[in-house]
């Protein structure tokens, strides 16, 4: 009963009470004293829904919160998988070492992220070459490594083996997302990187279909936005799930959770992550990071980690909500228009939208095209209105990824009676139901734009896209 005395509880409204180790033997380190690390406890200061806590009055959680939740998680598929993880690779580790190893690449899987999270990689990390995930693997191998190697206590008693030490480098590598599909396949021996087989295994556990990051995000961004208290079934989708030699596989009887889960997370993204006030804001949002992007931080964070640390959406928003007293008629400027957005008052709103089913890469409408579906846009508009000042948004959300992707190589599905009973889990017909993908073609116009310009862009998505038909959704 030692373990009880070495443990303390959180208690999450997802998960109950969450057990994480806090007194450890002199010379280790306790996960207490990483959760406590400003490293981590700077992810209390970036909420977890980037800019939709603006629309959603409840779901002010943070990005702390989240991966508590996630390292909780890793634990929970490490009781269901590791059975299976030894039995396909015998030279697996001992339980101690897997579940210390997600424990930490789930704490600390967003690390690296900025304010705003996602828009943060998109309109300020991108600039540098850099992501969220490449700034955490240089945070976990960098800041945190000695702290890592020192850690060799689970909750319940688990623990590393005397000859086994935790590897920081594995952990920066878990959570990095794979670049293509050979990258992400499961290899019949060590991969040609020298990774052993076990770690890539284990890998779908974080960028496969369903992770130890998104099986928890699903759950809370649901419960605490109000959209949902319980929005898929965790216990079931865990029961079914093993590790087969092709890889993370999940059992016939498991697809209805399976199939549940990933509806749920594509309502999230069209209810809640790619709400249309949430895109506005996000719109407005970018204007200021492109007009005052010298003004928020002082370059690349690989060359100011101390001062990346003490960078959040709190010290963020504080700052520039001072710009506007500021002597510098740039930055003064900037600050005034930040007083908008800091009183709620968006630059922008909602004229039309399209949705569209399993948009084509060559399409015009497609992630990444704004430019190009712009121009067509403005080409069906009348003579008099294709200068008027307008924003095209094409946010997407995967249902399913598409088999050239990386993540669609991690997972796979077994049915008993059949004679090849492992398959590729594309093979189901329930699975196959759901969409690759649906794209929202939305157009924004200023918030004092006459009516008639939004009935123009009306008869403009029209004209490219048609008023109805199997690919588009237009009443969602």
């Not at 897997?98 to 690296?112: F, K, N, P, S, Y």
């Not at 999270?117 to 945190?144: C, K, M, N, P, V």
């Not at 003004?295 to 640390?309: I, M, T």
């Amino acid at each position: 009963m030692d373990h009880l005395e070495r443990e303390s509880l959180c208690h999450d409204p997802i998960h109950g009470y969450i057990p994480f180790v806090s007194v450890v033997k002199e010379g280790e380190t306790s996960e207490r004293t990483l959760l406590d690390h400003p490293w981590l406890q700077r992810l209390r200061q970036i909420h977890q829904l980037q800019t939709a806590w603006w629309v959603y009055p409840s779901a002010e959680h943070t990005r702390f919160q989240h991966v508590v939740g996630a390292m909780h998680m890793a634990t929970r598929a490490t009781e269901v998988l590791y059975p299976s993880l030894v039995e396909v690779c015998p030279d697996a580790p001992s339980r101690g070492y897997v579940e210390c190893l997600t424990r930490m690449a789930a704490l600390l899987h967003d690390v690296g992220h900025g304010p705003f999270g996602h828009f943060f990689d998109a309109h300020f990390l991108q600039a540098y070459g850099l992501t969220h995930e490449i700034l955490g693997s240089h945070i976990i191998r960098e800041e945190l490594g000695p702290l890592l190697k020192k850690v060799r206590t689970c909750p319940g008693g688990n623990q590393l083996d005397d000859n086994e030490q935790l590897d920081p480098d594995q952990i920066a590598w878990l959570i990095t997302r794979p670049t293509d599909v050979e990258a992400a396949s499961v290899p019949h021996n060590n991969s040609p990187n020298g990774r052993p087989r076990w770690l890539t295994m284990l890998r779908s556990l974080f960028c496969g279909l369903y992770t130890v990051d998104n099986m928890d995000f699903v759950l809370r961004d649901a419960y605490m936005s109000g959209y949902s208290t319980r929005s898929y079934d965790l216990e079931r989708l865990l029961r079914y799930t093993f590790f087969s030699e092709q890889g993370l596989t999940i059992q016939s009887r498991g697809m209805n959770a399976l199939v549940r889960f990933r509806q749920a997370r594509s309502e999230l993204f069209r209810a809640v992550y790619f709400h249309r006030t949430v895109r506005a804001i996000d719109k407005t949002l970018e204007d200021l990071f492109r007009d005052g992007k010298q003004f928020l931080f002082p370059g690349n964070p690989l060359d100011h980690l101390d001062e990346y640390q003490q960078f959040t959406e709190w010290s963020l928003l504080i700052d520039v909500a001072r710009w506007h007293k500021s002597n510098n008629p740039e930055q003064r400027e900037l600050g005034l228009r930040w007083q908008r957005l800091l009183q709620r008052q968006i630059d922008w709103e909602l004229a039309e939208e399209r949705t569209r089913l399993d948009p084509k890469a060559t399409d015009l409408f497609c992630k990444g095209r704004e430019e190009l579906a712009e121009q067509a846009i403005r080409g069906e508009l009348p003579q008099e209105l294709r200068d008027i000042s307008m924003k095209v948004d094409l946010p997407i959300y995967i249902d399913r990824p598409d088999p050239k992707t990386a993540a669609a190589g991690q997972n796979f599905l077994y049915r008993p009676a059949a004679q090849q009973k492992i398959r590729p889990l594309t093979d189901d017909e329930l699975y196959k139901h759901l969409p690759v993908s649906q794209l929202v073609c939305r157009v924004y116009l200023p918030k004092d734009a006459p009516s008639e310009h939004a009935s123009a862009i009306s008869n403009a998505l029209d004209s490219l896209l048609g008023s109805s038909g199997d690919d588009d959704l237009t009443n969602m």
